[in-house]
């Protein structure tokens, strides 16, 4: 049994299929997110293959969302991203708060989060 069929029943809404997460990795990934934004409609603000490979087009694309999930799928099919809690800047300073983490899919959608050390302010 996947973890996901074990977790209350909450699907986000989004505004468009994804073309890396199948419902059930969102519905995983929805469950570790902090609960103020838990219930928010999931809208895709960037993609490679819509919106080419310039990062000057991301930061435009991305400016003012404050909360954002990045997801990436590489070549040999891995799945793994970052929830960011701090809108996206160029920059050299670290950024984020202690809600922030990484993660991974194995297996489909069994999800292996990476949460904030909290051993310094580096997220």
Not at 75 to 104: D, L, M, Q
């Amino acid at each position: 049994m996947t973890i996901s069929k074990c977790l209350p029943e909450f699907k986000p809404h989004t505004t468009e299929k994804s073309l890396i997460l199948n419902p059930g990795m969102m519905h995983v990934l929805t469950y570790h997110l902090p609960s103020v934004i838990r219930m928010h409609d999931w809208s895709l603000l960037f993609s490679l293959n819509r919106d080419g490979y310039s990062h000057i087009s991301f930061f435009d694309k991305l400016e003012g969302a404050e909360y954002t999930i990045l997801v990436i799928k590489d070549t040999k099919g891995h799945v793994f991203g970052a929830f960011c809690t701090e809108e996206w800047r160029s920059g050299t300073e670290f950024c984020g708060t202690g809600e922030s983490f990484v993660f991974t899919f194995h297996d489909g959608d069994d999800l292996q989060i990476s949460p904030s050390s909290g051993e310094d302010e580096n997220y």
